[in-house]
């Protein structure tokens, strides 16, 4: 049978059933899709690709899903570091914004954050920022996948004037969006603090009629809690509940103060977590108790944040990030073992993203998103367990092709679909303009 792409790998590690490593198989693509994962005698035996590779010390297993970011301010990397949350946004980044904030910024940041992505081995990133109809067109034309935000916020931006346009701008790029076969949407309300009541019913209502989900930072300081507590005598997430947001679609970001009636009420509510542990670590924003909520059954994805506030895209590192802080927090050894990280960076957020039909793990039917992570490094052997090695050991610098729906994107550690030093040339231009006026 002849098909389009053949992967035979030293390891193929399908997240989906978890804990299992295949061992000299072969991954094979069609038309964008898997069509089937076996030995690779069998495979030499059974099928004739048009393309044929052997990646002899190699892992292959799903791309990982940035289930949280701000794409565009990859161009305000390292900018008021080391200050905490509302003195970082208040004092520099939200006036940075003003400034700046324009369709260009965003297309130029986006790519750069794009690229950054691709070579770490992300296949998918879930946005959350200004001109999100620009950034859907920068992702469909590098070939990523993307869930793109429809941001909504009370007061006005270069973006829109009030809540009213930014839902129907929003509504109105849903629309234009509803073909691209790598695109998809979410509305995302910013968080409770910049959104009031009325903005918010419209958005569970719309997010109900669209079947699309809903994206906002929850509880991500104890400062944003209690502020809440003091304005309304309610916590941002029973305000949340009372106008029944809290259920299938919604994905909460932080969630780094949490009691365990709210955990309880959450998971019963079948809601969805991302946990984002580099960037709550350097804003001291404080703890998802994430071994908790995983034991009562919240879905927890894992994202990065903004490369302004982590200050990277790398997954990886989120991955092995996430794993030992939540140890340390559950004070058990055992919590997030390895395998749960990698869930947590894959199949989780597909499922947050109501996309785990399609993406998230190597499983006969799905899109064929696919990563090879070479191990033949000194970092990573002696080689026992190929997934705490990729866990606790690998660097995204190991991260040696990409596809995305069977499409190479990354060959051999370079980009096939963006000219990086295109983007290098304009990162440096905005690094001066921003340098001239910080």
């Not at 299992?20 to 693509?29: E, Q, S």
């Not at 069977?406 to 980009?415: A, E, P, V, Y």
Request: hydrophobic residues 45%.
């Amino acid at each position: 049978m002849n098909v389009d792409t053949i992967i035979h790998a030293r390891w193929i590690i399908p997240v989906e059933p978890a804990s299992v490593t295949y061992d000299n198989h072969a991954l094979v693509i069609d038309q964008g899709r898997i069509v089937d994962l076996l030995p690779s005698e069998a495979a030499q035996q059974r099928y004739q690709g048009n393309v044929v590779e052997h990646l002899d010390s190699h892992a292959l297993l799903p791309g990982f899903i940035n289930c949280h970011t701000h794409a565009a301010m990859s161009l305000m990397r390292g900018i008021a570091d080391d200050l905490p949350l509302m003195d970082w946004l208040q004092n520099h980044i939200w006036p940075l914004e003003q400034q700046w904030m324009s369709e260009a910024f965003v297309r130029d940041g986006v790519n750069l954050a794009i690229a950054e992505m691709i070579r770490g081995g992300t296949t998918c990133f879930n946005d959350m920022y200004f001109f999100p109809d620009v950034a859907a067109q920068q992702a469909a034309h590098c070939g990523i996948r993307a869930c793109v935000g429809l941001i909504v916020i009370d007061f006005p931006t270069v973006w829109a004037a009030n809540s009213d346009e930014y839902i129907a701008k929003g509504l109105a790029l849903h629309d234009t969006l509803r073909h691209e076969p790598l695109i998809t949407t979410a509305f995302a309300p910013h968080a409770p603090y910049t959104v009031s009541d009325q903005p918010l019913q419209k958005i569970k209502m719309l997010a109900d009629e669209l079947n699309i989900p809903i994206h906002i930072h929850v509880h991500e300081t104890a400062h944003e809690v209690e502020q809440a507590q003091v304005q309304s005598g309610q916590r941002p997430l029973e305000r949340l509940h009372q106008l029944d947001l809290v259920n299938p679609s919604l994905i909460a970001v932080h969630m780094t103060q949490l009691t365990a009636n709210e955990i309880t009420r959450y998971a019963e509510a079948g809601a969805h977590i991302v946990h984002c542990p580099e960037s709550n670590l350097k804003l001291a924003s404080g703890f998802c108790p994430v071994a908790e909520c995983l034991n009562a059954g919240i879905n927890v994805a894992l994202g990065t944040d903004g490369a302004a506030s982590n200050n990277d895209l790398d997954m990886l590192g989120e991955m092995r990030t996430a794993a030992l802080l939540a140890k340390a927090v559950a004070q058990n050894a055992s919590a997030v073992p390895a395998m749960t990280a990698l869930q947590m960076a894959t199949i989780n957020g597909a499922k947050a993203l109501g996309l785990e039909q399609e993406t998230g793990s190597l499983t006969v039917g799905k899109a064929a998103d696919v990563i090879a992570i070479d191990l033949n490094y000194l970092e990573t052997q002696p080689l026992y367990c190929p997934i705490s090695q990729i866990v606790y050991a690998a660097d995204r610098r190991q991260v040696s092709d990409v596809w995305i729906a069977g499409k190479r994107l990354l060959n051999n550690r370079q980009l096939t679909t963006i000219d990086a030093a295109v983007v290098q040339q304009k990162t440096a231009i905005w690094q001066q303009r921003l340098t001239d006026n910080n």
